[in-house]
């Protein structure tokens, strides 16, 4: 019963991620259309290759699981927000079932998007990705729309995660860490995405669940020998 409680906050936090979404649409969508409007007619072969696991992403769960979920996010983003605890809770759920793929694709009307994708990637480079990941989005409430693009706002959360933070200060903002949340968010405009999350499901793009039974039913219905 307590479970059932909890998947209701779930779902009515999501409809206020869902208003926000929109907001995020309506103020950014011709910025996205003019960047998209020629890259999203790619083929369904170069779709394909964009969306195949590769070496460098950063996965829970199995490269060797029946079902692969990629999703695009931005650190900022309310709506991620609202998903984040519905994903965490799945990925822990489904374990080696799965193959849970994040990638970058930071929104430009958000200041800290990208500082907080290359904290990120920099605390992947000490293994420490997912650690970085949810502090994030614990904390979005904290450092989220702030007005002014700062990487110091992260030096703490890589202190807490336990970082080396000589090494930390060293690789953060360095292009390597900017080529890497580049590539994936190139590769988002080349397949036509426009805002974030954006859920796939084995190669295929879907609408975004309406809450955790709803992303479970999904996985399920896609599940070999249930």
């Known amino acids: 019963?307590?479970?059932e409680l909890q998947y209701s906050s779930f779902e009515k936090k999501l409809f206020t991620g869902v208003i926000i979404f929109s907001v995020l649409i309506l103020t950014f969508g011709m910025f996205f259309i003019n960047k998209t409007s020629s890259a999203s007619t790619i083929n369904n072969e170069q779709a394909k290759e964009?969306?195949?696991?590769k070496n460098d992403d950063?996965?829970?769960g199995s490269n060797n699981a029946p079902i692969t979920i990629v999703e695009y996010l931005d650190f900022e983003c309310e709506a991620c927000r609202v998903y984040y605890p519905i994903t965490k809770q799945l990925k822990e759920e489904y374990k080696d079932k799965i193959s849970f793929v994040v990638r970058?694709?930071?929104l430009p009307g958000h200041k800290n998007s990208m500082t907080s994708a290359m904290a990120a990637e920099t605390a992947g480079k000490q293994g420490k990705f997912w650690e970085m990941h949810d502090i994030l989005y614990d904390n979005q409430k904290i450092w989220g729309e702030k007005q002014v693009a700062d990487p110091v706002l992260f030096v703490e959360y890589a202190k807490q995660i336990g970082l080396d933070m000589e090494k930390y200060k060293n690789d953060i903002g360095t292009q390597e860490i900017k080529d890497r949340i580049n590539r994936d968010?190139?590769?988002?405009?080349n397949l036509?995405?426009?805002?974030t999350p954006t859920?796939?499901?084995?190669g295929e793009k879907i609408p975004n669940p309406k809450g955790y039974e709803d992303f479970k039913s999904l996985i399920d219905g896609l599940m070999p020998n249930k």
């Open 1 to 3: 019963m307590k479970q």
């Open 50 to 53: 964009i969306l195949t696991v």
């Open 58 to 60: 950063w996965i829970k």
């Open 104 to 106: 970058y694709f930071p």
């Open 185 to 189: 968010k190139n590769e988002a405009t």
């Open 192 to 195: 036509g995405i426009q805002g």
């Open 199 to 202: 859920f796939f499901i084995n």
